[in-house]
């Protein structure tokens, strides 16, 4: 989902509660005039019950998207770490084979990078991947190779432990930006607004005139609510985003 599409759901919930709200009202008014009206305490009842619905649907998806949002920013902050760990132990090996691997790391991280400037993008991303996916491979062979030439085990264990870190890391964070809200706990947060809406429409036909502060001020919250919601669970593309912590990523590039 890009950062318009987003953008379009919000104004959709928002024009839709407007519409539904106006639908609820006519009808409410015409079932007031062949005075075909349900029992009040009934009507609100279930009126109570969809929207507590609608209320425990937004703490609960608000709640799942904040809650990525925290692990994406971690995990960029992890991997970072993991990469300025694994090129320091370089030192360890020899001077020939600590400047091939270090050539290739530098190769490794400009490819994580492309990676996440590009997410948009799904060819460009899934070729940058691929790539940091060859790059693994090569720079795993050259380490094994090098750490043959070194006396110490212990030498070894650090280095390629280091480097096995900084591998799985990118499966974790791969993994992360791919975990979205489930498509129809998304549907439900776009179709029980407009159920609500038609709800509040029904309970305000018994009010001559439109109280058009309300009924813009309730769409308006719920369609904003919805908005920050989905714009949380999509953090590369939308206003609230996670590119401010690549800093870290870049300025460990440009140390290399």
């Excluded at 001559?208 to 001020?217: A, C, M, Y």
């Amino acid at each position: 989902m890009l950062g318009f599409e987003i953008t379009l759901v919000a104004l959709g919930v928002f024009a839709g509660m407007l519409l539904f709200m106006e639908i609820g009202r006519r009808i409410g008014r015409f079932r007031n005039s062949k005075q075909q009206q349900e029992p009040g305490e009934s009507f609100l009842a279930l009126e109570g019950s969809v929207f507590g619905l609608m209320g425990l649907l937004i703490a609960f998806t608000f709640s799942a998207a904040a809650s990525r949002f925290e692990i994406r920013r971690n995990l960029v902050v992890e991997e970072t770490n993991d990469i300025g760990t694994a090129w320091k132990r370089l030192d360890l090996l020899p001077p020939v084979s600590r400047s091939l691997l270090r050539e290739k790391f530098r190769e490794y991280v400009d490819s994580r990078l492309t990676v996440y400037r590009d997410v948009t993008n799904s060819e460009q991303g899934t070729q940058a991947l691929a790539r940091s996916t060859t790059l693994q491979d090569e720079i795993w062979e050259r380490a094994v190779t090098a750490c043959a030439e070194i006396p110490s085990p212990a030498t070894t264990t650090l280095i390629l432990s280091s480097l096995n870190v900084m591998f799985d890391i990118t499966t974790t964070r791969t993994v992360a930006a791919r975990t979205h809200l489930p498509w129809l706990i998304r549907g439900l947060l776009m179709v029980l607004p407009l159920i609500c809406a038609l709800l509040a429409g029904l309970d305000a036909a018994a009010i001559p005139r439109r109280s058009w502060v309300r009924t813009i001020g309730f769409a308006l919250m719920v369609s904003v609510t919805v908005f920050v919601i989905l714009d949380l669970d999509y953090p590369r593309v939308g206003l609230i985003r996670i590119d401010m912590f690549d800093q870290a990523l870049i300025e460990l590039r440009n140390s290399m």
